[in-house]
């Protein structure tokens, strides 16, 4: 941070669990997982010419064997159908394509690939199928509305047959970004007085490079390994390096710029919206709106980044000294007492769970803001209040010819919101999350 870099680190694939946070120290930028628009496809066809559409990322094209794949029967047997045992696959003999019932998918496809079986279709119903990022067999993974149409064909045709394809790619897929259901999860238990994650970016399903000599998948009775230059991973290790190539991006845009204000250019330039222009999803289940603890301030947005209007600016030395008031260094404070006044472009308040006391909890917060805008700007603040709090902001309105403080004082229970700068000519926004949230177990430094 002293020279200027800015350092990008992954939030963990230790979720949906609160508080699993890794990397949440405070002067790095802390990047979480979230899905993409595309949809890696296969589509079945019924000999009846009815089509399916449904998720598989098995590269049948790898060794240009798209011809094993047609006009092959197709099996749902209820002897066999749950998929889930080798050896009964093994034993039933059958040859083409066995529609599964709902079960664990990573078991079903460990008994396809080591069956003898040419294909299976399973039946998948998350919004998020980050599960299925790697088929080693060739499946089609359908919902269960499909999977009826499905059986039904093949209980009422004399001799059903399918034919499969693969390695299809459908953009511009409803709702996304969601945020993926592996990623850590905030607090972080090393730093809770700074939310994290900081930001999301698309981490599920992400194509990169493959070792050309490592089979990426297999094929058949014989299991004839298929070789690929380029497969799909998941994982905030994906996402990470997206925010380290939007930092460089902004350094050489802004070579000025301290690390610390890159990092708030991206973060309040985040979006919270997803492509259907709702709040962003979280992908477990049931589904519901992101907390600020799950994707931090909201999928990044570069373009927005480069001009961010204002910025939260901070030197080294304030972290310094942030982390030496921090129950993490100070074993002799507790949470509720130290809570570092870090000029951070999001806000948490934490809480005790344990503690029966019936008073508001009181968190106060002082922010400084610097304009980073061509010209200078009238700013005025619109606040959505956390549900069951109170929020107070001064002052409402900035007029920027210099740095301007402001302060917030909250008092509530567990929720999530966010403040909110726009400019009277409309031209920037500057959105900070804000969330209250019970303490988590304190990590021992390492």
């Known amino acids: 941070m002293e020279k200027g870099i800015v350092v990008s680190t992954t939030a963990g694939n230790y979720g949906p669990c609160m508080g699993s946070m890794r990397n949440g120290i405070p002067w790095v930028l802390t990047v979480t997982a979230g899905t993409t628009d595309h949809w890696f496809a296969g589509i079945l066809t019924l000999g009846n010419g009815l089509t399916i559409t449904g998720w598989s990322t098995y590269p049948a094209e790898a060794d240009n064997s798209e011809d094993y794949f047609i006009n092959l029967p197709l099996v749902y047997n209820k002897?066999?159908?749950p998929c889930s045992s080798i050896a009964m696959l093994v034993e039933a003999s059958v040859q083409g394509i066995v529609v599964c019932d709902k079960g664990d998918v990573h078991i079903q496809i460990t008994c396809i690939l080591f069956s003898n079986l040419a294909g299976a279709i399973l039946v998948y119903d998350k919004l998020d199928p980050y599960e299925l990022k790697r088929m080693a067999c060739p499946c089609i993974a359908v919902t269960s509305k499909d999977a009826a149409v499905l059986i039904n064909y093949v209980e009422t045709t004399n001799k059903p047959f399918a034919s499969m394809k693969f390695q299809q790619t459908f953009t511009d897929k409803r709702p996304a970004p969601l945020v993926a259901a592996y990623a850590s999860r905030g607090p972080s238990p090393t730093a809770?007085?700074?939310?994290?994650?900081?930001?999301?970016?698309?981490?599920?399903?992400?194509?990169?490079?493959?070792?050309?000599?490592?089979?990426?998948?297999?094929?058949?009775?014989?299991?004839?390994?298929?070789?690929?230059?380029?497969?799909?991973?998941?994982?905030?290790?994906?996402?990470?390096?997206?925010?380290a190539g939007v930092a460089a991006l902004l350094k050489a845009a802004h070579p000025k710029w301290r690390a610390v204000a890159i990092r708030s250019a991206i973060m309040t330039t985040a979006t919270p919206l997803?492509?259907?222009?709702?709040?962003?999803?979280?992908?477990?289940?049931?589904?519901?709106?992101?907390?600020?603890?799950?994707?931090?301030?909201?999928?990044?947005?570069?373009?927005?980044?480069?001009?961010?209007?204002?910025?939260?600016?901070?030197?080294?030395q304030d972290y310094i000294f942030a982390n030496?008031?921090?129950?993490?260094?100070?074993?002799?404070?507790?949470?509720?007492?130290?809570?570092?006044?870090?000029?951070?472009?999001?806000?948490?308040?934490?809480?005790?769970?344990?503690?029966?006391?019936?008073?508001?909890?009181?968190?106060?917060?002082?922010?400084?803001?610097?304009?980073?805008?061509?010209?200078?700007?009238?700013?005025?603040?619109?606040?959505?209040?956390?549900?069951?709090?109170?929020?107070?902001?001064?002052?409402?309105?900035?007029?920027?010819?210099?740095?301007?403080?402001?302060?917030?004082?909250?008092?509530?229970?567990?929720?999530?919101?966010?403040?909110?700068?726009?400019?009277?000519?409309?031209?920037?926004?500057?959105?900070?999350?804000?969330?209250?949230?019970?303490?988590?177990?304190?990590?021992?430094?390492?």
Request: hydrophobic share 35%; proline share 10%; aromatic share 8%.
């Open 274 to 316: 997803d492509n259907t222009l709702n709040p962003i999803r979280d992908s477990n289940s049931p589904p519901s709106n992101a907390s600020p603890l799950a994707m931090g301030s909201g999928h990044i947005n570069p373009n927005g980044a480069l001009d961010p209007g204002l910025i939260y600016d901070a030197s080294p």
């Open 192 to 243: 809770p007085y700074v939310l994290k994650p900081d930001v999301m970016a698309p981490g599920s399903l992400v194509l990169g490079a493959w070792i050309p000599s490592t089979s990426a998948a297999r094929r058949g009775p014989l299991k004839q390994p298929l070789y690929t230059n380029y497969t799909l991973d998941f994982g905030t290790s994906l996402a990470c390096p997206h925010l």
């Open 79 to 81: 002897t066999i159908s």
């Open 324 to 446: 030496t008031r921090s129950v993490y260094y100070n074993c002799s404070s507790s949470p509720k007492n130290s809570y570092p006044d870090l000029n951070h472009p999001s806000f948490i308040a934490l809480y005790d769970d344990d503690d029966d006391s019936k008073g508001l909890m009181v968190r106060k917060f002082r922010r400084t803001l610097t304009n980073v805008a061509a010209t200078t700007a009238i700013d005025r603040v619109n606040i959505t209040t956390p549900e069951d709090s109170m929020l107070s902001v001064w002052p409402e309105i900035l007029d920027f010819e210099k740095k301007y403080d402001y302060e917030r004082k909250e008092k509530g229970a567990v929720s999530f919101d966010d403040l909110v700068w726009v400019q009277q000519n409309g031209t920037h926004t500057i959105r900070s999350p804000i969330v209250i949230s019970p303490l988590v177990a304190l990590a021992s430094p390492e």
